[in-house]
């Protein structure tokens, strides 16, 4: 099966402007997830999806992040206005379900390297 | 919070050896699981091995084990002749079972196979 798919790969901007990253999940995948890895930390969790609603975001920065999963498939992380301190690796993770059920393997995109300049 | 701390910022390891990679965790839950995950150049986490925390028996996959010992709150993975492609970033994650399935990260052991 395909794996979750993201999109660009790399991006570069200056402080100050927009970007836009996205990300297509494993197909039947209910649950979504972006992290935020800055280089030399693990993963951390921005947002949560389940379906089309959010589940968790209570570390996102909302004054410039925002999240979108409209039809509960494809999600958009959106960054304005981009700060140098956001220069990191996004990654998107998708599951088939989550909760108390079992252990449901997260599977993760190859990422978005974005450089704040 | 939950915290999941790594040490070990970097280790290395002769091919065909055997090399240990330390983790600890702080939680007051007593059902969770723990993972460890490998992030190669390609920045692609790839999940290695999992535990869950009510069973006793350590988990194993091929070349790769764990030494979970609950009490001391210490997950450590073992990795048996080491191969090149062994070689990079391995992540320790903490997942609680009862409120959602948010992983939680260590900080990340750089693993060097020497030829």
């Known amino acids: 099966e395909a794996g979750v798919a993201q999109s660009p790969r790399y991006k570069i901007i200056e402080k100050r402007q927009s970007v836009a990253f996205w990300c297509n999940p494993i197909s039947g995948h209910a649950t979504l997830y972006w992290y935020q890895q800055i280089l030399g930390q693990g993963p951390k969790l921005l947002i949560q999806f389940q379906n089309n609603g959010v589940v968790d975001d209570s570390q996102l920065p909302k004054d410039r992040f925002s999240a979108e999963r409209l039809k509960g498939v494809d999600s958009t992380l959106k960054i304005q206005p981009a700060k140098l301190e956001d220069s990191a690796v996004y990654l998107c993770?998708?599951?088939?379900?989550?909760?108390?059920?079992?252990?449901?393997?997260?599977?993760f995109g190859p990422g978005t390297r974005l450089t704040v300049t | 919070a939950q915290t999941v701390t790594q040490s070990q910022p970097e280790m290395s390891v002769q091919e065909a050896e055997t090399v240990t990679l330390s983790c600890t965790y702080d939680?007051?839950?007593?059902?969770?699981?723990l993972f460890w995950y490998k992030q190669p150049p390609s920045r692609q986490m790839i999940l290695v091995i999992r535990q869950e925390a009510y069973k006793q028996q350590n988990a194993t996959e091929n070349r790769f084990s764990v030494n979970f010992q609950k009490a001391a709150k210490s997950f450590s993975l073992k990795i048996s002749d080491s191969q090149l492609g062994d070689a990079a970033m391995y992540f320790c994650a903490y997942r609680e079972e009862t409120s959602g399935s948010r992983l939680t990260f260590g900080e990340g052991t750089q693993l060097t196979v020497n030829p």
């Open positions: 993770a998708s599951s088939y379900v989550t909760g108390t059920l079992g252990v449901y393997e997260q599977y």
């Open positions: 939680t007051s839950e007593s059902d969770y699981y």
